[in-house]
T-cell receptor
Framework: EAAVTQSPRNKVAVTGGKVTLSCNQT?????MYWYRQDTGHGLRLIHY???????EKGDIPDGYKASRPSQENFSLILELATPSQTSVYFC??????????FGSGTRLLVI | DAKTTQPDSMESTEGETVHLPCSHA???????IYWYRQVPLQGPEYVTH???QNTTNSMAFLAIASDRKSSTLILTHVSLRDAAVYHC??????????FGKGTSLTVIP
C-alpha cells in the first residue's frame, strides 16, 4: 500500500544541535512537502520539492534546510535547533490535482 | 493569507447528516477545492476534492456552488469516528496547500 513514512516518530534534541527528520514515500509522487503544526495554528509550509534534486522555500523556511536526494526521500534539516522549533512536523507527497498523502508526524522537542 | 473561511467548531449527533461550510470568495479559475480531516496525533487524511462539479465518494459528498465561491462538505450518518478537524483548502495543483485552523467537528453519541 502506498504510504508516507516519517522517522523518527519522536525526537528530543538539545539547543544548538543538528536534527534531521526523514520522510520516505512509496507513492511515486513528484511533489513532497514539509509542514509544521503548532497549537492554535493550521499546518504551515516549510519547504517543498518538485522532484529529486529540487527544493523550494515555503512560507516559513528560516532555520530549516531541505534535501531531496531521490524521488522517494525528502529530509528536513535543522542545523542549529532552537526551542522555538519544538513542534509536530508532517511530511506529505502528491501530484498535480491528486490527493495528497501525509505521514503520521514527527514530534520534536528542543530543550 | 487565509483563502478559505470556515466556522471554528460544529456539533452533530451520531446518525445525523452534517453540513460543513467553507467560503472561498477569491478562488481562481484553476484552483481545486480540497477537504482533509485530522484527528489528534495523526496527519491529515484526504476526504475529497473537486473543481466545479459536485463530487461524491465513500467518505463524503462535496457540493460546490455554481459561482465556486463556497462549498459544503456533507457527511451522512456521522459516527464517532467522524469527529475530527476538517480543513477546506484551495490548490492549483503543483502549488502548496494552505491549511487554516479548520472546523472542529464534535459528534455526540
Amino acid at each position: 500500500e502506498a504510504a508516507v513514512t516519517q522517522s523518527p516518530r519522536n525526537k528530543v534534541a538539545v539547543t544548538g544541535g543538528k536534527v534531521t527528520l526523514s520522510c520516505n514515500q512509496t507513492n511515486n509522487h513528484n511533489n513532497m512537502y514539509w509542514y509544521r503544526q503548532d497549537t492554535g495554528h493550521g499546518l504551515r509550509l516549510i519547504h517543498y520539492s518538485y522532484g529529486a534534486g529540487s527544493t523550494e522555500k515555503g512560507d516559513i523556511p528560516d532555520g530549516y534546510k531541505a534535501s531531496r536526494p531521490s524521488q522517494e526521500n525528502f529530509s528536513l534539516i535543522l542545523e542549529l535547533a532552537t526551542p522555538s522549533q519544538t513542534s509536530v512536523y508532517f511530511c506529505a507527497s502528491g501530484d498535480d490535482n491528486s490527493d495528497y498523502t501525509f505521514g503520521s508526524g514527527t514530534r520534536l522537542l528542543v530543550i | 493569507d487565509a483563502k478559505t473561511t470556515q466556522p471554528d467548531s460544529m456539533e452533530s449527533t451520531e446518525g445525523e447528516t452534517v453540513h460543513l461550510p467553507c467560503s472561498h470568495a477569491t478562488i481562481s479559475g484553476n484552483e481545486y477545492i480540497y477537504w482533509y480531516r485530522q484527528v489528534p496525533l495523526q496527519g491529515p487524511e484526504y476526504v475529497t476534492h473537486g473543481l466545479q462539479q459536485n463530487t461524491t465518494n465513500s467518505m463524503a459528498f462535496l457540493a460546490i456552488a455554481s459561482d465556486r465561491k463556497s462549498s459544503t462538505l456533507i457527511l451522512t450518518h456521522v459516527s464517532l469516528r467522524d469527529a475530527a478537524v476538517y480543513h477546506c483548502i484551495l490548490s492549483r495543483g503543483y502549488q502548496n496547500f494552505y491549511f487554516g485552523k479548520g472546523t472542529s467537528l464534535t459528534v455526540i453519541p
